[in-house]
T-cell receptor, first 112, second 114 residues
Framework: AQKVTQAQTEISVVEKEDVTLDCVYETRDTTYYLFWYKQPPSGELVFLIR??????QNEISGRYSWNFQKSTSSFNFTITASQVVDSAVYFC?????????FGQGTTLQVKP | DTEVTQTPKHLVMGMTNKKSLKCEQHMGHRAMYWYKQKAKKPPELMFV???????INESVPSRFSPECPNSSLLNLHLHALQPEDSALYLC?????????????FGSGTRLTVV
């Protein structure tokens, strides 16, 4: 079965705190692709990152970083020094047989 | 142009109305998608078009009728909807040969059925 689990439904932090959003996936495929999307209140899903199953190198992009660990089937996302503009719903997703399978999403609220 | 444009942004319709949602992209993407998203839920796939042909229908009720008139345009025709069909409808596209690069999503149409 293909499945993505985001166990954290809602997270609330104060500005400048670091925050990690968890993502655990299940797949029997050896080749697969994982994504993170951000959905602000406006509704648009904004692509943040893609990672394929053969590339376990962690990635950093500004205040964002991602930790991909195949051994634990996890693809976690960390925001360093959070800002109010980071407030949004964040989705982790798995690409399988042409379908993008989303986790339930984590709502992040960053308070000033 | 790296956008997916959806119109209208908001739509209120009665249960006996017929309306259409429109999605347009000019990135040369040959795969286009309709997703439905209820409040506080992830997007759910409805339809997939590949090279203007319907390739996946996720058992969507016939009151939703998709159409792909050309490679840049995707419509979703609505008829006799129910209040529970109220949701955010998202369109997405991807380069079919490079699907793994990710999908580009529009900002959606917020539909309210009264």
């Amino acid at each position: 079965a293909q499945k993505v689990t985001q166990a954290q439904t809602e997270i609330s932090v104060v500005e400048k705190e670091d925050v990690t959003l968890d993502c655990v996936y299940e797949t029997r495929d050896t080749t697969y692709y994982l994504f993170w999307y951000k959905q602000p209140p406006s509704g648009e899903l904004v692509f943040l990152i893609r990672r394929n199953s053969f590339d376990e190198q962690n990635e950093i992009s500004g205040r964002y970083s991602w930790n991909f660990q195949k051994s634990t089937s996890s693809f976690n996302f960390t925001i360093t020094a959070s800002q109010v503009v980071d407030s949004a719903v964040y989705f982790c997703a798995l690409l399988n047989t042409g379908k993008l399978i989303f986790g339930q999403g984590t709502t992040l609220q960053v308070k000033p | 142009d790296t956008e997916v444009t959806q119109t209208p942004k908001h739509l209120v319709m009665g249960m006996t109305n017929k309306k259409s949602l429109k999605c347009e992209q000019h990135m040369g993407h040959r795969a286009m998608y309709w997703y439905k998203q209820k409040a506080k839920k992830p997007p759910e796939l409805m339809f997939v078009y590949s090279y203007e042909k319907l390739s996946i229908n996720e058992s969507v009720p016939s009151r939703f009728s998709p159409e792909c008139p050309n490679s840049s345009l995707l419509n979703l025709h609505l008829h006799a909807l129910q209040p529970e069909d109220s949701a955010l409808y998202l369109c997405a596209s991807t380069d079919r040969g490079r699907r793994v690069d990710g999908y580009t999503f529009g900002s959606g149409t917020r539909l309210t059925v009264v």
